[in-house]
Antibody, heavy 116, light 110 residues
Framework: QVHLVESGGGVVRPGGSLRLSCAASGFAFRNYAMHWVRQAPGMGLEWVSFVSYDGSHKFYADPVRGRFTISRDNSKNTLYLQMNSLRAEDTAVYYC?????????WGQGTMVTVSS | QAGLTQPPSVSKDLRQIATVTCAGNRDNVGNQGAAWLQQHQGHPPKLLSYRNTNRPSGISERFSASRSGNTASLTITGLQPEDEADYYCAAWDISLSAWVFGGGTKLTVL
C-alpha cells in the first residue's frame, strides 16, 4: 500500500528557508518519478516541481524556479523540497505525489506559512 | 504559466449526469492529453483518469473521461452525494516543460 508522509512545514518569515521531506513506503520508491504540488488556502492546485526516478531530470514551475530545489535520496526512500527566499505567496499546503500513470498517489500534505 | 480553463462550478441533480470541461491548447491537452483528479474538502486529491480516457483500478465506471481536440472532459453518471467535490484537470505542457492545472470545478449535487 502506497504511503507518502510529508513533513517539515511550519511558519517562516519572508526571505527565510524551509526544507520539506516526503517519506515514501509501500512501493519501490527508486522506480518512480515524484512531484510536489501545492494548494494555497481556499485556492486550487498548483504544480511546483518534478523529479525523475533517478534524479537526473528536474522541472520547476516559473514562480519557484531559482528559489526551490527538488531532490531525492533513493537509499532513504525520501523526496525533498528545499525552499529558499520564501514569499507570502508561497503559503500553501505542500503535497508530494507519486508519478506512475499521472499524479497517482498523494500524501496528506504539510502546511507552509510565510508571514512576518 | 498559463493554466487550463475549467468552469468554476457545475450543479446537477442527484442521479443525473454532470460534465466538466477543461480547455487547453495544442501544447498540453491537445498533445499529451489530460488527467482528472477529485478532491473532497480537507483531503488530498485522488486520481480519476489519466491520458484522456484511462481509469486507475478502483475508480468507479461512473467516471469517464474523453478528449476532443484541445478540450478534455470528465463525465460523471448517476450522480451521488459523495460526488460533491472539486475536480481538477492537469496536463504536461511541452512548450513550458511544466505541468499545468485547471483552476478547478466545484460540483454540487442537488
Amino acid at each position: 500500500q502506497v504511503h507518502l508522509v510529508e513533513s517539515g512545514g511550519g511558519v517562516v518569515r519572508p526571505g527565510g528557508s524551509l526544507r520539506l521531506s516526503c517519506a515514501a513506503s509501500g512501493f519501490a520508491f527508486r522506480n518512480y518519478a515524484m512531484h510536489w504540488v501545492r494548494q494555497a488556502p481556499g485556492m486550487g492546485l498548483e504544480w511546483v516541481s518534478f523529479v525523475s526516478y533517478d534524479g537526473s531530470h528536474k522541472f520547476y514551475a516559473d514562480p519557484v524556479r531559482g528559489r526551490f530545489t527538488i531532490s531525492r535520496d533513493n537509499s532513504k526512500n525520501t523526496l525533498y523540497l528545499q525552499m529558499n527566499s520564501l514569499r507570502a505567496e508561497d503559503t500553501a499546503v505542500y503535497y508530494c505525489a507519486q508519478e506512475h500513470d499521472s499524479f497517482d498517489m498523494w500524501g496528506q500534505g504539510t502546511m507552509v506559512t510565510v508571514s512576518s | 504559466q498559463a493554466g487550463l480553463t475549467q468552469p468554476p462550478s457545475v450543479s446537477k441533480d442527484l442521479r443525473q449526469i454532470a460534465t466538466v470541461t477543461c480547455a487547453g491548447n495544442r501544447d498540453n491537452v491537445g498533445n499529451q492529453g489530460a488527467a482528472w483528479l477529485q478532491q473532497h474538502q480537507g483531503h488530498p486529491p485522488k486520481l480519476l483518469s489519466y491520458r484522456n480516457t484511462n481509469r486507475p483500478s478502483g475508480i468507479s465506471e461512473r467516471f469517464s473521461a474523453s478528449r476532443s481536440g484541445n478540450t478534455a472532459s470528465l463525465t460523471i453518471t448517476g450522480l451521488q452525494p459523495e460526488d460533491e467535490a472539486d475536480y481538477y484537470c492537469a496536463a504536461w505542457d511541452i512548450s513550458l516543460s511544466a505541468w499545468v492545472f485547471g483552476g478547478g470545478t466545484k460540483l454540487t449535487v442537488l
